[in-house]
């Protein structure tokens, strides 16, 4: 110091304090270096390392000679699925992996930096405010800094570092620090997630490309295979054969390599879409669409080409081109003949072979058929119209035509060869022929010959020949149609005449047009006769629909009349009447259909019995249901009422003991007075009862349609019980006074049958013969015989009743008959009976008797079912 020069007393505080301030620039200028260090430091590593985890390490470990940064973090944030995913976590309390992902959270701090999209600076107390408010997730720090990540204007991430000691760890210069480098890192991820996708993509396309069903292919200049995708091996190709040669090296014909090197060199000239058609030798159909590919000048460096197989489309042209040829022949041709033969000189231009013909029939049973139309090249040439005998080997060829929905083919390339006859007599070498089958009549066939040369008849030809034969069957079709004309009139008047109803026509005057068979059988008037007069004056009893019949014609519409009554021959017959009118024609005027529906409005009048005796059913077994539960509940508590005052259980002595009553004496008192036989009634009457219930579910219960092996004797006995209550209910006759005997065979077996319907079959029988009783003045009683006869079960039910003449035996059966007076009987009860044991069961039911002698029924029923 003693040789620096002295300074002035009153310059030393001044030269002091320039002393400090140098002292203070020199140690901003040194931050300042550091910072600037640390930042190109930074932006090389940004600049030269391609793997994230180690920038985002290096950035680190810069920033940390900056400030000391023992909790720093990166996070990267995806907006669409809003998650955030830290690929850099350093922390002294909280650990995270660097794979953690979480779900993005609007209120927390790294939240809030993302949101705003602006660095966030926060002290102690906001922080502690913020914690407060559940917006601090983790340990509490005591400062916390963030900054957003932004590249091209959006928030891709956030940096933050904080201090848990410290209060006063960081400063507005450690913020601008991270804004400074926040961009650097933004822009590293950037790059680096651009460089990701892009990789991604063309490596999907590249994945594209190579599953591809097309052929791609890239040329240079000169024509080389830049590259080709696997594709080309359906050409029976390998892409290694190809890459880096042109087609010439590949030696591919002239006239290809020619057409494919001149469309290369137009893309590249013109700087344009190319596309061309061309197909191989024997080969498929290729389109090929050659695209220009440019770099960054704008330049074409290659051409991209996409090749796609053709071959069905062009097939497709060609059978369509072909088809409308054989489709205007059809609709310009006069008749048969001059259509077949157009159409075979049409086959023999297209397939260019030396014979096409048409025989007939193709009938592997017919003793002949005939080639009535043939078209053949000069030398080739047979004349028409000849008769071949069928013979065990062309009767074959004609079912294997006909048992196939394709061509047949013989010759070279088939499993089928050429019969030595087809050889000898028609020197044919390859055939193919197929069967039309028109609409009306018996299948034709055409055929192809073959004769110059040994011929593969490719799937192409066989598709377009079995096209053709099917416009050929149209065409016949047609054709025929317009012969068949009478035989369609014939065979409507066949339907016509086989219908049951009365079907006439009629014109808008009323007069007859059409006349069935039935209309014939019912008047006794034929068609002859019947045809032109006016249809009243056939049918009398019609003349009242004279206006409805041109209500019909007029206004198009259906005129219905229903059950319209008529008496015939004492009997009154219903009949329903239809009036359609005729549409779709010039001629106008109506059919009348007239139907007998006497029987029928019989059985509608059975089913609507039926389903009252169904609801009766169903009602008689929801009553007994109902009857069943207080009848139960009356029986038991009697029972515990008896029980308790005459069982000497300990119970019962220890509360009459309280009470000061003796048992023995209260039971005497009770026999006494009769109270314990009033009991014995109460019980008795119960289980009448309850067995009165129980017949009545077991009658009223639907039967399931299957069959069990059934005690007959039984089912008597509660259909019995039951009838008997029900005629108490009528009081018009005690029922219970009848006498009933009963014998049965010993061993009578158990009978296969439907326990309900039986029943149904007793009660009726029974109920009919107590209502026959009633009428006479004797002691009424049933004879009732069990026996068997033949693997049969013979039930006998004879009763003592007035018994009935020979006619009314007759129709006792029969539906709606009933000798009683209105209102006491339907006539249903022995026709649904006579239905169960003879439809239902397979068996027999029989009435004998004689006037003043009672009533037998005979039932009988298999016993196996």
Known sequence: MSEQPSSAPNDAPGGSN????????????????????????????????????????????SLNRLICLPNFYICIYDREKQLLHFPYYKDEKDTKNDATIVLFEEKSLTGEVILNKKPLFLDEAMLHQRHQANRVQGSLPKIWIGVPLIARDSVIGAIAIQNYTDPKAFGQKDLDILIRVSSQIAMAIDRKQFHGALTESEQRYRILAEKSHDI???????????????????????????????HKEMNFPDALVEKWESAITCVFATEKVNRIEFKFPDGPWIDWLLCPEFNSDHEVISVITFARDITERKQRELHTS??????????????????????????LEIFDCDRAWILFPCDPEARFYEVPFMRAKAQWFLTPNYRVEITPENRCIRREVLASEDPVVYGLGSRNTILTYIWNIYQVKSQMIMAVFPKIGTAWEVGLHQCSHERIWTLEERQLFKGLCQRISDGLS??????????AKHYIDNILNSMPSILMGVDPEGRITHWNKQAEKLTQVPAKKAIGRYFHEVFPELASFTQSIQTAVTDQIMVEKTKIGQS????????????????GGENQGAVIRMDDVTEQMQIDAMMVQSEKMLSIGGLAAGMAHEINNPLAGMMQNAQVIFNRLTKKVPVNLAAAQKTGICLDNLYTYMENRGIIRQFEN????????AKIVSNMLSFAQKGEGKKSYENLLLLMEKTIALAKNEYDLKREFDAKKIHIQIQIDPGFPFVACEASKIQQVFFNILKNGTEAMVEVDLKPSFRIGFTVEKQMAVIKINDTGPGMEKKL?????????????????????????????????????????????????????????
Request: positive net charge.
């Open 18 to 61: 320039r002393i400090a301030l140098l002292e203070v620039e020199i140690n901003r200028l040194k931050q300042a270096d550091i910072l600037n260090q640390t930042l190109l430091e930074i932006s090389n590593a940004v600049t030269t390392t391609l793997d994230l985890d180690a920038l985002y390490a290096s950035i680190h470990q």
């Open 216 to 246: 791609i292919m890239r040329f240079d200049r000169q024509g080389r295979h830049l590259y080709v995708n696997p594709a080309i091996k359906s050409l029976g190709i390998s892409p290694e054969d190809l890459i880096g040669k042109t």
């Open 322 to 347: 072909c088809l409308d040829r054989v489709n205007k022949i059809i609709i310009t041709a006069n008749d048969i003949p001059q259509m077949l033969n157009h159409i075979l000189d049409t086959i």
């Open 478 to 487: 047609s054709m025929l149609l317009y012969r068949q004309l009478e035989q």
């Open 568 to 583: 015939v021959g004492g009997e009154v017959r219903y009949k329903n009447i239809i009036i359609y009118p005729l549409t």
């Open 682 to 689: 109460i019980n008795q009457a119960g289980s009448h009862a």
């Open 809 to 865: 035996q007759k129709k006792i059966f029969e539906p709606f008959f009933t000798t009683k007076p209105p209102g006491k009987g339907t006539g249903l009860g022995l026709s649904v009976s006579y239905f169960i044991v003879t439809e239902d069961h397979k068996g027999a039911l029989e009435v004998s008797s004689s006037r003043g002698k009672g009533t037998t029924f005979t039932i009988r029923l298999p016993i196996h079912g």
